[in-house]
């Protein structure tokens, strides 16, 4: 496997961001899915080596980030990781900053270095932009310029935090492309919001929540937990786990007891998501 | 370039040109014909081998549109340094033609207060020394910092990649600040006598910033330096803050200062603890 995680766990200041996770990655996509604060983040922190773990076992790559700096090396030559918050200097251009970044990664032969600039900015579809202030960018293509050096070298190990957040539809549709041909030869582990990115994403999701795994299998494992538990009523219903009122005028119910005359519906991701998340999800959907 | 000549390339002739084995002459009049036959261009296309194309193609987009490496990068090419730390010079803040003329600016005013007053040392030995300490102070920001963010992740190194910024600050802002310290009053020592505590600030605070960031680790230095200049004006000599016993306790504190650090990166193996 290319990520193994046994008994890992991390506390920030006493409060405890993940505990006890044991957990392993192999080629493919993989997506960690769980409300803000479930330590999403922080798992992927601790497979980029952006932060050590506190507790539990670490291997990347076949390597232990944590025994010896030659080795934490080594994992990072095959890594490649998108941070969830990326900072950007003012008078940077867009190939600039790619090629900054390749140099932190070793590129050091400038012709190569180019190529492999081009390559990655052209893989994002930001080929027209490179000598354009990263500064003057849209939010989604400072997003795919963060991508774009994630790509350098073709990692083994690709880590991405919540890659489509502002990314337009059709963006997203590139990215999705983008992902399934490197998830060839790769291990891709990203965290999202968006339900309707691991449906089309990942073959793997992992729910997180309160850093714990809650769910750890196929998509359509996930969507399976809520099969025959999901309505279309006419009415409100107030003792259900998660209800909402959807477009057409119905009520959607997720979870609880059938309501009376309610018409069984084909359960989404999204519901079984909610589900899984039971009274967190509940509480979080109420207005402030 | 018309086209309505009758005479065409054949293949043998074409197929001889795409493998290089024309002499000059009959090369170029041949590439001269291409140029205006298209019938002739459509017929060498699948003689071209397509990887080579593509490859001859992006090489020349490559060398076209990459934009011109900034002042800095050329200037370390022109140094002899290897032309991918100067890519990496390149990000860094302190480094830039802004901070480096503004801290000039501050100490061409220090130097011009002290030809002023003509008897006093105190403005410039308060500025010279915080220039290069500050700085390193501003060449990196926090691990936790967004930009930093993947210089922590990098095969590269943080340490290695804050101790080349370090350097570069100290070649950019040290020969100038020598120079302008040339026209201060007072003994001409005093124009280098200002690098004992500025090389001893600069491990101090390196070290500091490993607990504390950078940001904060240099806002104490210059405060403890201030303390220390302006606490001599009243009643000590003009030049007691650079004079050799003062050098001597510098010395110390340098050295302390590389032996924490040392031990620090030593024994904390936790990722990104120390600098």
Redesign the interface.
């Known amino acids: 496997m290319t990520v193994d995680l046994i008994g890992v766990g991390k506390s920030y200041a006493g409060t405890a961001a993940l505990s006890d996770i044991t957990l392993s990655f192999g080629r493919g996509v993989t997506g960690l899915l769980g409300p803000n604060g479930a330590g999403k983040t922080t798992l992927l922190r601790i497979v980029?080596?952006?932060?050590?773990a506190d507790r539990g076992r670490v291997r990347l790559l076949g390597g232990d980030?944590?025994a010896s700096h030659a080795e934490?090396?080594q994992v990072?030559?095959g890594?490649g990781?998108l941070?969830q918050?990326?900072?950007?200097?003012g008078?940077?251009?867009t190939?600039?900053f790619v090629?900054?970044?390749a140099?932190?990664?070793?590129?050091?032969d400038?012709?190569a270095?180019?190529?492999e600039?081009?390559r990655v900015l052209e893989l994002v579809g930001l080929?027209d932009l490179?000598?354009k202030r990263v500064a003057k960018l849209s939010g989604g293509q400072r997003r795919r310029v963060g991508l774009a050096?994630a790509l350098l070298g073709d990692p083994r190990l690709l880590v991405l935090d919540e890659p489509t957040t502002g990314l337009d539809p059709a963006q997203r549709a590139t990215l999705r492309r983008t992902l399934s041909v490197v998830a060839h030869e790769a291990t891709v582990l990203l965290s999202t919001h968006q339900t309707e990115d691991v449906a089309a994403l990942c073959e793997r999701v992992v729910v997180l929540a309160a850093g714990q795994v809650r769910f750890d299998g196929t998509v359509v494992d996930l969507v399976a937990t809520a099969a025959g538990r999901v309505w279309l009523t006419d009415h409100d219903v107030p003792d259900a786990a998660v209800t909402w009122r959807t477009g057409t005028g119905r009520h959607r119910v997720v979870g609880g007891s059938p309501p009376p005359g309610a018409e069984s519906a084909e359960p989404t991701l999204e519901d079984a998501y909610l589900l899984m998340l039971g009274a967190d999800a509940a509480v979080s959907a109420l207005p402030a | 370039m018309t086209a309505d000549t009758t005479w065409h390339a054949g293949h043998t002739l074409l197929r001889a040109y795409v493998e290089g084995r024309l002499d000059a002459v009959l090369g170029a009049s041949l590439e001269r014909h291409l140029d205006g036959c298209p019938a002739c261009r459509a017929d060498i296309r699948p003689l071209v081998d397509p990887p080579l194309l593509d490859q001859s193609w992006?090489?020349l987009?490559?060398a076209v549109?990459?934009?011109p490496p900034?002042w800095l990068v050329r200037l370390a090419r022109r140094l002899g340094l290897?032309?991918?730390?100067g890519?990496?010079l390149?990000?860094t803040?302190s480094l830039?033609t802004a901070w480096l003329s503004s801290a000039f600016v501050a100490l061409g005013f220090a130097v011009a207060a002290t030809l002023l007053r003509g008897d006093v040392l105190w403005p410039f030995l308060l500025v010279a020394p915080l220039i290069p300490v500050l700085g390193v102070a501003a060449a990196y920001?926090p691990s936790e910092?967004?930009?930093?963010?993947?210089?922590?992740?990098?095969?590269?190194?943080r340490t290695r990649?804050i101790l080349v910024r370090s350097l570069a600050v100290l070649v950019t802002s040290v020969p100038g600040a020598c120079l302008l310290g040339l026209a201060v009053p007072g003994p001409a020592w005093v124009a280098v006598a200002w690098l004992g505590p500025a090389l001893t600030m600069l491990p101090l605070v390196l070290a500091l910033a490993s607990w504390v960031g950078p940001r904060l680790a240099g806002a104490v230095m210059a405060l403890v330096w201030c303390g220390v200049v302006l606490g001599s004006v009243r009643r000590l000599p003009a030049t007691w803050p650079v004079e050799a016993t003062q050098q001597l306790t510098y010395l110390a504190l340098a050295t302390a200062a590389v032996a924490v650090l040392l031990v620090r990166s030593r024994r904390t193996?936790?990722?990104?603890a120390v600098l």
């Open positions: 980029a080596t952006s932060i050590a980030p944590h934490l090396t990072r030559r890594l990781y941070p918050e990326l900072g950007y200097p008078d940077m251009t190939y600039g090629e900054y970044v140099v932190l990664k070793e590129w050091n400038r012709r270095r180019q190529r600039v081009r080929a490179a000598g050096q | 992006s090489g987009r490559t549109e990459s934009p900034p290897p032309e991918s730390t890519v990496l390149a990000a803040a830039r920001g910092d967004p930009f930093e963010a993947l210089a922590v992740t990098a095969p590269y190194g990649l193996r936790r990722i990104g």
